[in-house]
């Protein structure tokens, strides 16, 4: 296998690879309720909150959508926040379900404002809800969440936080800061395959789910709260990611929250191409000559940005090996860009 290095999936570890080779289990049965238990309680400890916290099959993207359908209604007025593609992604769910969203754009590459967010929360005041992506993978930037929280709290909004590819190898204090709807996804931080997405969910989530009035069947949180309190999901759930994380959440336990996160804060992250130079160049060139996997930008970056995977199982000596292979090909790329 090459060197897979891009932002999700993931290369898991030898021992997360073999959990998956595990026979099937009764999923309305003890020894899956003791494993979805497990889990549960290894995710709230990385994500730093006593809320609930409920496991869904399905990817990020599900997540999202789950979250918009279980808080808000149709025409209820929603701040969403976008600094790329994911944060463009929300604010679609949020319209295509009939929310009236008023979206704040900060230009691609540059975080969001919380003073520009508080300015405009307080010119329309009818705003009952903010969603922000934390980590916009698209561009490798990381929005100041805890600043942004605090603006969103102080005004008493719903908060609803895209962490598909922060948790777990960010800092978020979801309870602390008052991240009330906070997302992940499998693929990502967690050095487990794809499958499973996550959601924590506050108290004033629950209070804004009860009066919900979007239509829910799959993603309803009030049905996975009730069979997680017997050990079970509502449907049939992705067994064999189950197995995975519960073996990649024993090792990011072993290596430390604080660890893993300081890890992932040394590693680099994405970068602009070289003036003129394409990013789809560059990344056949590794493919083709280095076996390396590297991500290109998305939406408006896609040619100008580069994106080196680093989340989950990697170390500093990986990256070193990338940017290695980088410098070589960085060297020869005019030519190979104009050839
Ligand atoms: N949000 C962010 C920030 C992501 O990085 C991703 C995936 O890359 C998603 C949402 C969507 O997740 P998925 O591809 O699992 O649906």
């Known amino acids: 296998m090459g060197n897979l290095r891009i932002p999700g999936p993931t290369p898991l570890p030898p021992d997360v690879l073999a959990s998956q080779s595990k026979q099937m289990i009764n999923h309305r049965g003890p ?18 909150t006593e809320n609930d916290l409920l496991i869904l099959t399905g990817s990020g993207t599900g997540a999202m959508e789950a979250a918009v359908v279980n808080t808000l209604s149709p025409g209820e007025r929603v701040m969403a926040i976008s600094i790329g ?28 404002d919380p003073d520009e967010i ?7 005041p009818a705003i009952t809800t903010v969603i922000v992506t934390h980590n916009e993978t698209s561009t490798g930037v990381t929005n100041p969440l805890k600043e942004i929280a605090r ?9 609803i936080v895209d962490g598909v590819s922060s ?22 931080g967690w050095m487990a395959p794809p499958g ?13 789910h009860a009066k919900a009035t979007l239509p829910r ?10 069979y997680l309190e017997h050990g079970e999901t509502p449907w049939t759930p992705a067994i064999t990611a189950f197995y995975a994380l519960d073996v990649s959440l024993k090792a990011m336990r072993a290596e430390g929250r604080e660890a893993g996160f300081a890890r992932h804060a040394r590693i680099v992250t994405a970068f602009h191409t070289p003036e003129g ?28 940005t580069m994106r080196v995977g680093h989340l989950g199982w990697v170390s500093e000596e990986d990256i070193d090996a990338v940017m290695q292979s980088l410098g070589e090909v960085l060297n020869r790329v005019p030519a190979a860009s104009t050839g």
């Open 217 to 226: 069947f799959y993603w309803d949180f009030s049905l996975a709260k009730k």
């Open 277 to 304: 130079v394409d990013s789809r160049v560059i990344a056949k060139e590794l493919e083709t000559e280095y076996d390396t996997v590297l991500a290109i930008g998305q939406g408006a970056t896609t040619t100008t």
């Open 196 to 208: 499973l997405a996550f959601a924590s969910l506050s108290k004033l989530a629950w209070d804004r």
């Open 118 to 124: 508080a300015r405009k929360l307080d010119a329309d």
């Open 167 to 188: 948790v777990g190898s960010i800092d978020v204090k979801t309870d602390e800061w008052g991240c009330d709807v906070l997302l992940s996804g499998s693929q990502k």
């Open 85 to 112: 593609n994911f944060g463009d992604r929300f604010t679609e769910i949020a319209r295509k379900f009939g929310c009236d969203v008023v979206k704040v754009e900060f230009p691609p590459s540059q975080a969001a």
């Open 31 to 48: 020894e899956f309720g003791e494993l979805i238990g497990r889990v549960t309680d290894d995710l709230k400890h990385f994500f730093q």
């Open 151 to 159: 603006v969103v709290k102080e005004r008493d909004k719903l908060l």
